[in-house]
């Protein structure tokens, strides 16, 4: 393919990463980004095996590790010394997969936006993105003011959930988050290599991820979650942290440090989650990637891993394919199992642990827990939750 012309709309882990990737293959791309200095929303994530094989395909992993914390095991109970629900380890992969990293959203924005940055990709900031428009076989992107920049071989939808590139579809999950980054509690005895919840059947979970150091900052801190119901969350701000913090202490008492830095409501984000899939991520001259495409609850911790694979295998479908419109196809090709499958095991594992039921928390407890813990379910949990079901790496040569 000779050199294009490519808008990629947005400065997430798909947008960066495929700006970069498409840039070092000798296109002229340019980022548009809403923000009038990119950064991230929210507090910390998990970059699973497969994101991370993308992350040392860009040259990237050593930064990762650098700055987020090795997590090697994922482990729920049911109450504070209730049955195990959860006890991944990833060990059971073997070799370079056998571990997670988790991270400060910041610190994974920071790394892939110096990267763009020392490769000279324009980044246009306080661009927010209405529309676009095809003419003559190539594309222009319409901005809120109605001004206009184009038109481009290629514009590459990063821009998230609510992309305004493509028809709203999927629908909003009743549960959604409060999120926290907060400091590491050094003695609070808490697994520094673990994402740890406690759950009260799937009505009630708490956890905390390990997420490294704050670019600028030096202390190790830890990504705090509260599972709330959406409907619920002017009801939990109306009455004040006291209640809520006796609720979650009689849950997991050992929270008791990280609660002490909770101070004032507005330290909580709350996120909320759709399920959504476009039925069809490529039109003429546009790619959806990323959220743009599919997005699901965070209960596996694959979104900005799939994102990552998703621009991967969008510059080896250009690399390798002619036409612009068949290597957007190609790439879908080559993402479309993985997508559907994670896609279907989300929204399978989301009431077990998000959801106003009884009898699924109640099996997950007493039958599902335990057998979890035999072999082979050790490894398929394992590979599930690296991201690796469907074998995503294969067809992309990572
Ligand atoms: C609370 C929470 C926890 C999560 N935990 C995990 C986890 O552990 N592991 C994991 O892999 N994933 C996790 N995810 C999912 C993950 O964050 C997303 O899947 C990932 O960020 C998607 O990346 P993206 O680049 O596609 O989109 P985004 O990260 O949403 O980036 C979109 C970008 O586009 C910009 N933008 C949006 N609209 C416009 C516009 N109109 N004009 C211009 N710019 C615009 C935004 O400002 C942003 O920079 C979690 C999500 C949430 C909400």
New binding site residues.
Partial sequence: MGRLDIAV????????SAALLLHRDGHRVTL????DA?R?????????PA?RAVLRALGLEEALLAAGSRIDRLFGRAGEDGPVVLDVRYAALGGRAGFGVGIH?ASLFAILHDAVHAAGVPVETG????ASRIEGGRRWLRF?DDSEAGPFDLVVD???????LAPPTGRALAYG?L?ASLDWPEEAGFDAAALEQRYRRASMMVGV?PIGTQPGRSGAQAAF?WSLRADRLDNWRANGLGPWKAEVLRLWPLLAPLLDQIEAPEQLTF?R?AHRTLPEPVEPAMIH????WH?AS?QL???????LIDAYALALALRTTQDVDAAIGRAIALRRRHVRLYQWLTALFTPVYQSDGRALPFVRDRLVGPLSRLWPATRIQAAMVAGLIGDPLGPLGL
């Fill in positions: 709309a947005g400065c997430g882990p798909a947008g960066l548009f980004e809403r923000f990119p991230p929303v929210g507090s910390g994530l998990m970059i699973q994101g959203r661009r927010p993105i209405a809120e990063t821009l998230g959930a609510r992309t305004p988050a999120w991820l979650f996120a989650y990637l990323g959220d743009a997005s965070p911790g694959q979104g900005a891993n799939m994102a």
